[in-house]
């Protein structure tokens, strides 16, 4: 394996790390509420450790990544993650739960900017689409795979943290990748260049915050609210979220190859549509039959937004820069840090159906801003 393949496979492991921390959530927040001896909502809430951490991360990217490099940022992120996976193995006690949830956030935060900067930073403008939408591929085997572990783990009475004390093997693997390999050097004239920003990346970051905020707001309470419906039980509810991430890759095969042929910018406007209307269907249809093919249509539609959009930002800018990289998911990991605290008090305000029309809301204000970006570029 050569040094790019080397660098382009951590990047790849980076994300199914952080899907591998955020897909299980709507599954264990049950049993780990019973083991801690708390509600749901609050199981919930303690997540927003996770995702703030995740914000305080791609906050502290936009520094870090121009101080340390990559190859350092690497080795350093992911060594303390694997630690803190290790120590949730069995725990049950909430304060280092927290802790140890805040690490591997911070720590996914700067990961996942560093491996879409090394991706950008590796590959001409067409493949690095392509490529980035292929991240998001490992998302979503991640998706499936500590769903349906996550799943498995619940209806064997294992522990709740089963499944991320699995993903300290990805982490250890990260490690070794990074620490045999070279990563490219920062271009430092250009990050001094890239100090104003085109409006349309600032609607795309915008939208992205939006793209995230809605998407965990129904894979994290889509399980529960089928439950206190009577539509199916938790067990079944569960594996909703497994066929929404198996949609997922399906589509981002086959984007993988579109993006090269028909460009980011259609793309993301087909899937911001495709995002909407799948997520109306979810909660508009309570028979409880279809609701898995619905699940599976709704990954499918989603054809990789997040980095379909991503990748038609990038295009604005003659190279893209660890801060322009960094600002992107920062808007992504924005809506996902403020999912829980946010979705949480929705539900106890009101119910879980508010949640979930709020969530659609949400892709419909997204759609909203991808087709002014794109009209706003037509007219440069």
Not at 51 to 62: D, E, K, M, Q, S
Not at 166 to 191: D, G, H, K, M, W
Request: glycine share 8%; net charge positive; charged share 10%.
């Amino acid at each position: 394996m050569d040094n790019r393949a080397r660098i382009t496979l951590a990047s790849f492991l980076a994300y199914f790390l952080m899907s591998g921390m955020l897909a299980p959530i709507g599954i264990i927040s049950t049993p780990m509420a019973e083991a801690l001896g708390v509600q749901v909502s609050e199981a919930t809430a303690l997540f927003s450790w996770l995702t703030f951490g995740i914000l305080g991360g791609a906050v502290a990217a936009l520094v870090v990544l121009d101080k340390l490099g990559l190859r350092a940022v690497f080795l350093g992120v992911y060594t303390a993650i694997a630690a803190a996976l290790i120590s949730l193995n069995g725990n049950d006690i909430q304060l280092i739960i927290s802790v140890a949830l805040g690490i591997i956030g911070f720590g996914c935060g700067v990961g996942l900017a560093a491996a879409a900067l090394t991706i950008a930073q590796s590959y001409t403008p067409k493949v690095r689409a392509s490529l980035l939408v292929v991240t998001d591929g490992a998302f979503s085997v991640a998706g499936i795979a500590c769903a349906a572990l996550a799943g498995y783990a619940l209806k064997n009475n294992w522990h709740w943290a089963f499944g991320y004390a699995c993903l300290t093997i990805v982490a250890f693997a990260i490690v070794v990748l990074a620490a045999s390999s070279r990563y490219p050097s920062q271009n430092v004239e250009a990050e001094r260049i890239d100090s104003q920003w085109p409006a349309t990346v600032v609607l795309c970051v915008v939208a992205l915050f939006l793209y995230t905020l809605g998407q965990y707001g129904i894979l994290w309470w889509l399980p529960s609210h089928l439950d206190d419906q009577n539509v199916m039980p938790l067990t079944e509810a569960g594996t909703l979220v497994e066929r929404f991430w198996t949609g997922m890759f399906i589509a981002q095969i086959a984007v993988a190859w579109l993006v090269l042929k028909t460009g980011a910018r259609r793309l993301a406007l087909v899937a911001g549509f495709g995002t909407l209307t799948g997520s109306v269907a979810l909660w508009s249809v309570t028979n409880a039959v279809w609701l898995p093919v619905l699940a599976l249509s709704w990954g499918i539609a989603n054809l990789g937004f997040l980095k379909v959009t991503l990748s038609f930002a990038t295009e604005q800018i003659p190279r893209p820069t660890s801060r322009l990289v960094s600002m992107l998911l920062l808007g992504a990991t924005s809506g996902t840090a403020v999912s829980p605290w946010v979705t949480s008090r929705i539900a106890e305000t009101f119910d879980t159906m508010t949640v979930l029309r709020f969530s659609s809301g949400c892709y419909a204000i997204m759609l909203g801003l991808v087709i002014a970006a794109i009209m706003m570029r037509k007219r440069d």
